[in-house]
């Protein structure tokens, strides 16, 4: 039994040896695997594992499903930042607002003196903490082809550094091809898991060797984390559809505070199109306003502590701030080429 509240159980090894992994530690995963490989069925115990062990205050989801039928079964969960996304524009407005999101931890933590989100959570309970944010991506092919290299840049640049504020990231493809795994991706991810694939290109591709294209499918895998020069052959687990449902069930029957979504998929709608955020606002965004006014520099934190509120519901309301003064500054800068114009 591990001691992280990111432990995953990955399957058995050869001699029957349970092996298990650290999220914290990896700290993203990239899964590759032909279609019946047992590709979602890992992507699925990844999920399981982590809701055994962490209530909403300490983990949220934000799941991406291209395929629209593969993390249905998580649909409802307190964990989620967001309903399942299925839309692929939708899913690139959600890593560019993770993106954002980094910025605002850090921002958050360096105001806390934090180095890491284990020494900014040290102490707080409840909506004080910061929540680990685990992005689960199911099909990378999809946004590949839709989004290529800005989809690229987000995903290498949370990889690089979302780890120290609790962002991490599981993702995977049935396409481990040089166009959908790139090389700037594959730095970025060294932890990997390859099941079954049909060719020893896309084993090189995904793990830098070949083997892969020999598996047996069904769960039979080679994981290579970060510590090892060559990946290990094990069995990966199973976890049925009842156990998930119950698993589902229970977190969905329990009474507790309701957390505020993260972010809304109206909100993502609105900007893909283009459209201005018109949203309902928060009850406390005018106060918040009038915070921003006295004060140069405002951050999550600060709003926390002011307005006696937890980190969700502060984090929305930084993001809609942030966004109101980009805006703001927009129309400034128009106004005064306006007035150049006229003299």
């Known amino acids: 039994k591990m001691k992280t509240k990111l432990a995953l159980a990955l399957g058995e090894g050869a001699g029957g040896e349970p092996v298990s992994g650290d999220l914290a530690k990896m700290p993203h995963l990239l899964i590759a695997g ?5 590709k979602t069925v890992c992507l699925n115990t990844v999920i399981c594992c982590l809701l055994l062990n962490n ?12 395929k629209r039928v593969e993390l249905t079964s998580f649909k409802g969960i307190p964990h989620l930042a967001a309903p399942v996304i299925v839309e692929t524009d939708k899913a690139i407005e959600a890593l560019r607002w993770l993106g954002r999101e980094m910025n605002t931890r850090y921002q958050t933590m360096a105001e806390a ?10 102490g707080r309970e409840g909506t004080d903490r910061m929540p680990y944010l685990v992005l689960v991506i199911d099909e990378l092919a999809d946004l590949m082809m839709t989004g290529g290299d800005e989809v690229e840049q987000i995903l290498c640049r949370l990889a690089q550094l979302a780890r120290a504020v609790g962002i991490h990231l599981v993702v995977a493809t049935q396409r481990p091809s040089v166009d959908v795994i790139t090389g700037l991706i594959k730095a970025n991810f060294p932890t990997r898991i390859s099941f079954a694939v049909t060719s020893q290109v896309d084993s090189r591709t995904i793990l830098d060797i070949a083997g892969a294209e020999k598996l047996l499918g069904s769960g039979d895998m ?13 069995q990966g687990c199973y976890v049925s559809d009842p156990e998930t449902d119950r698993l589902v069930f229970f977190w969905n029957n329990q009474h507790r505070e309701e957390l505020v979504p993260l972010l809304k998929l109206d909100e993502l709608a609105r900007a893909a199109a283009g459209k201005k955020d018109d949203v309902a606002e928060d009850s406390l965004m005018e106060t918040a306003r009038e915070l921003a006014r006295e004060h140069d520099n405002i951050s999550t934190s600060f709003l926390q502590r002011r307005l006696r509120i937890g980190y969700p519901r502060a984090a929305r309301i930084m993001d809609q ?3 109101e003064m980009e805006e703001w500054d927009i129309r400034e800068v ?9 003299e």
């Open 34 to 38: 032909a279609t019946g490989s047992g």
């Open 334 to 342: 128009e106004d005064e080429l306006d007035d150049d114009d006229f």
């Open 321 to 323: 701030l942030s966004q």
């Open 55 to 66: 209530t909403p205050n300490e983990v949220r989801f934000i799941m991406i499903d291209p």
């Open 222 to 234: 080679l994981y290579l984390p970060t510590d090892a020069s060559k990946p290990k052959r094990i």
């Open 113 to 122: 003196r934090a180095r890491n989100i284990e020494g900014f959570n040290k």
